[in-house]
């Protein structure tokens, strides 16, 4: 066999770099809500439906605050998908903190456990 044969076919690390790239490029999606999605799920979550709302005093702050919580917790799309069907947003929040314990707010120590704080009544 050539040098020139050798060089046409390609070797076993190419063609197992070829099989496990695409594997990684789909770990690689984004499982947590980005900044345009927790705004929409915070408009949801508050009830706000138009721009109007936003003046009514305290509203845009609640809306930040939620918005800014769905970023840093980060919250799951199926907490998204809960509030978007029209379920009660504690509800929902109350089903995501099942599902990630970690995520749940630890109270300081002496301190009485309390639900979730929500940035709205």
Do not use: N, W
């Not at 190419?14 to 799920?41: D, I, T, W």
């Not at 915070?42 to 845009?60: D, F, H, K, N, W």
Request: proline share 12%; net charge positive; charged share 25%.
């Amino acid at each position: 066999m050539s040098a020139r044969a050798s060089r046409a076919r390609p070797s076993g690390r190419y063609v197992a770099l070829a099989l496990v790239l695409p594997a990684l490029a789909s770990a690689c999606h984004r499982k947590a809500p980005g900044p345009q999605e927790c705004l929409e799920f915070a408009y949801r979550a508050l009830g706000v439906r138009s721009e109007a709302e936003l003046q009514i005093p305290g509203v845009l702050k609640r809306v930040d605050d939620l918005t800014t919580e769905c970023l840093v917790t980060p919250f799951d799309r199926e907490l998204l998908a809960c509030v978007e069907q029209g379920l009660d947003t504690r509800v929902c929040l109350r089903d995501f903190d099942q599902r990630h314990p970690a995520h749940v707010p630890v109270p300081p120590p002496g301190a009485e456990r309390r639900p979730r704080e929500l940035p709205f009544p």
